[in-house]
């Protein structure tokens, strides 16, 4: 049975590797290099699906300025299509390019192969465990 000292060094560590992991290129594909922000943010938009520039932000834990630098940057990657919308200043109409669904098929494919294959093998009461666990981590980083 793992210790309490064990588990949390492993924490740190775990915590200590994903926040490196914006130093470096995340994804390579071709002459494709996406950041590991411009990843996640295209994740957040694949399966959140929120175009709210200020709720992505306070969601994902950066800028407002973030948000829209990296959305920017996929634009001009021509992973994504972006338009204000003309009512509401902070919404935007983003939709993903042929490039980008590609690309996001890549990412899902990846991501089903590693994490989800291994939630899915949880039980309820596991996955609720793990959902607990990871909102009191949210909570403390805010």
Not at 50 to 75: C, D, F, P, W, Y
Request: hydrophobic share 35%; aromatic share 4%.
């Amino acid at each position: 049975m793992i210790e309490n000292d064990e588990l949390l060094q492993k924490i740190l560590s775990t915590l200590t590797r994903i926040s490196s992991l914006d130093k470096k290129r995340s994804l390579i594909h071709g002459d494709l290099a996406l950041t590991s922000t411009e990843v996640h943010l295209l994740m957040f938009l694949r399966y959140v699906q929120q175009t709210n520039i200020t709720e992505i932000a306070e969601t994902m834990g950066i800028t407002k300025g973030a948000v829209s630098r990296t959305l920017s940057s996929l634009e001009r990657k021509g992973i994504i299509t972006k338009e204000r919308d003309t009512k509401r200043k902070n919404e935007l109409h983003i939709e993903f390019s042929e490039k980008g669904k590609k690309l996001m098929q890549l990412i899902q494919t990846n991501l089903d192969t590693r994490v989800i294959g291994y939630i899915s093998k949880l039980t309820k009461n596991q996955r609720e465990t793990v959902s607990e666990f990871l909102d009191v981590l949210i909570s403390i980083a805010h």
